[in-house]
């Protein structure tokens, strides 16, 4: 039995960066909710993983490869659509290092993915969402949107824009019918976050996960379904006097601003 609400029903939701960490747990839970998801990825296997997973549990799900960063591949995917109702623009890449550090290749691969990604969902999503008299635009962004972090100058500058982003589109089309807004996370328990420990930190990565879990108040990292949650109850008809905002998902990270 599915222990979620259907208040996505029947709703047709597009989510890039589903192949795994937050996306995929964004795809999974709208797909229980009720929604036909198109689960967007750079990895087409991956892509086709979850969707797999998805109908193997009774959910409607298609798999598509595409690099958001990629104009006409992204117009390609959202011409190719029968509908849209939901738009969640997640697909990112991280970055560390400063602004001495960050190298303009750096740069230019931040800007294109995190910014020209989200850029080319709005750009190609928003008419296709009009089609229908509206609908629903989440994008993640990150507390690093609005807080100043240590060593994330370029991947800052990203999710500052993708919160810009937000605020434009939703007053823009307050009045036709399509809400906007974010999710900020702090650290969130992903396979970047793994990865990451692995690279950096070889035979010390329980060590450092403890510390990187205990620097948020609350003494743990998040974890995807938590912003799969939050995702699926502001896309649904729940949130319909929600518009413009951005939640931090930061297990207390902003008390100690």
């Known amino acids: 039995m599915n222990p979620f609400p259907s208040r996505l029903q029947q709703t047709h939701a597009l989510v890039t960066g589903a192949g795994s960490g937050i996306g995929r747990a964004i795809a999974e839970r709208f797909a229980a909710e009720g929604a036909i998801v198109y689960a967007v990825d750079a990895s087409l296997a991956a892509a086709e993983t979850v969707a797999d997973g998805i109908r193997a549990t009774g959910g ?3 798999a598509v490869g595409c690099d ?7 117009q390609a995917v959202f011409a190719a659509l029968p509908r849209l109702d939901i738009l969640v623009n997640n697909a990112g890449i991280a970055h560390i290092g400063t602004v001495e550090s960050t190298t303009p290749a750096d740069l230019d691969r931040l800007y294109a993915v995190n910014i020209k990604g989200v850029y080319h969902g709005l750009h190609f999503g928003v008419p296709r969402l009009l089609e229908q008299g509206g609908g629903v635009v989440l994008n993640l962004a990150s507390i690093a949107s609005h807080l100043g972090l240590p060593d994330r100058f370029g991947y800052s500058m990203t999710k500052g824009a993708v919160l810009s982003m937000t605020l434009s589109v939703a007053r823009d089309y307050v009045g036709r019918g399509i ?9 969130v328990h992903t396979p970047f976050v793994d990865g990451f420990l692995a ?3 070889p035979g010390r990565e329980a060590e450092m996960f ?3 879990a ?3 108040p ?12 939050l995702a699926a109850f502001l896309c649904s008809r729940e949130a319909g006097f929600i ?4 939640y931090d998902l930061d297990g207390g990270t902003t008390l100690l601003r």
């Open 210 to 212: 403890a510390k990187l």
């Open 214 to 216: 205990a620097a948020q």
């Open 199 to 201: 690279k950096n930190y």
């Open 243 to 246: 518009t413009g905002s951005s």
């Open 68 to 74: 958001v960063s990629q104009t006409e591949a992204m």
């Open 218 to 229: 609350i003494g743990r990292m998040g974890t995807p379904d938590e912003v799969a949650a």
């Open 179 to 187: 809400r906007c807004n974010c999710i900020c996370p702090a650290r």
């Open 60 to 62: 409607k799900a298609s």
